[in-house]
């Protein structure tokens, strides 16, 4: 496998964490997206979308973070990323797609870029935006964690004890979230997941800091 990926970017770093929680072995290669690597032709020839992550198998490139981790749930089982049951998969399909559907596409660099460069947006209002939105859906994550302890238990990580599809997507929204100095007070169901899932082996492997890619 060839994981094409940028070490901030948050969809890569959902794939990087599912590899490393299932122990799968990859070759990193590295588009850097400030420097516009995406839009040049020898990568374009490998993603349609010209968007990272993309993951290379046999010569099938699949795109999307969320269908690249369904790939590796079908193919490579264990450990499960999605619970056996159809409800309880659901709801954790529901908690991760609120953070890959709603909160990221509108706060990522393509659109923090047509703010600043295009709509000619100050870096304070382009900020002001990304922790307005980053903080609202963050807010849902936190109300959807109540209603699955109300209705499950406690809980370590978002779902339970163990790394799901949810802390996949989770963690990489957060750890960008800080980066921008979103508000993230009174969430503590989320931040309590966010830390738990931070302290796992397999994250700190698949972390930024730690891609060939990262820049000091």
Same mark, same amino acid.
């Given at each position: 496998?060839?994981?094409?990926?940028?070490?901030?970017s948050?969809?890569?770093?959902?794939?990087?964490?599912?590899?490393?929680?299932?122990?799968?072995?990859?070759?990193?290669?590295?588009?850097?997206?400030?420097?516009?690597?995406?839009?040049?032709? /020898?990568? =374009?020839? @490998?993603? #349609?979308?010209?968007?990272?992550?993309?993951? +290379? &198998?046999?010569?099938?490139?699949?795109?999307?973070?969320?269908?690249?981790?369904?790939?590796?749930?079908?193919?490579?089982?264990?450990?499960r990323?999605?619970?056996?049951?159809?409800? /309880?998969? =659901?709801? @954790?399909? #529901?908690?991760a797609?609120?953070i890959?559907? +709603? &909160?990221?596409?509108?706060?990522?660099?393509?659109?923090?870029?047509?703010?600043?460069?295009?709509?000619?947006?100050?870096?304070?209002?382009?900020?002001?935006?990304?922790?307005?939105?980053?903080?609202?859906?963050?807010? #849902?994550?936190?109300?959807q964690?109540?209603?699955?302890?109300?209705?499950?238990?406690?809980?370590?990580?978002?779902?339970?004890?163990?790394?799901?599809?949810?802390?996949?997507?989770?963690?990489?929204?957060?750890?960008?979230?800080?980066?921008?100095?979103?508000?993230?007070?009174?969430?503590?169901?989320?931040?309590?997941?966010?830390?738990?899932?931070?302290?796992?082996?397999?994250?700190?492997?698949?972390?930024?800091?730690?891609?060939?890619?990262?820049?000091?």
């Open positions: 496998m060839k994981l094409y990926s940028y070490f901030r948050s969809a890569s770093y959902r794939v990087r964490i599912a590899l490393a929680l299932k122990g799968i072995a990859y070759e990193y290669v590295p588009i850097h997206l400030v420097k516009g690597e995406q839009r040049g032709e /020898a990568f =374009a020839a @490998v993603s #349609a979308d010209r968007l990272v992550p993309v993951l +290379e &198998v046999g010569g099938v490139a699949l795109s999307q973070s969320l269908a690249i981790i369904d790939y590796l749930e079908e193919t490579h089982p264990e450990p990323l999605l619970p056996r049951e159809p409800l /309880a998969r =659901a709801q @954790v399909r #529901a908690l797609q609120t890959a559907c +709603e &909160v990221h596409p509108i706060n990522n660099l393509r659109v923090l870029k047509y703010l600043s460069q295009e709509l000619k947006v100050d870096d304070g209002a382009k900020n002001a935006w990304y922790r307005h939105w980053c903080r609202s859906g963050l807010e #849902a994550v936190e109300r964690l109540s209603q699955l302890r109300a209705a499950h238990g406690p809980a370590a990580l978002c779902f339970g004890d163990s790394p799901t599809l949810a802390d996949c997507c989770l963690v990489p929204q957060i750890f960008n979230a800080q980066r921008f100095a979103v508000d993230v007070s009174g969430l503590p169901l989320t931040m309590a997941a966010y830390e738990a899932g931070m302290a796992l082996p397999a994250v700190q492997q698949a972390q930024p800091s730690a891609c060939p890619d990262a820049e000091g």
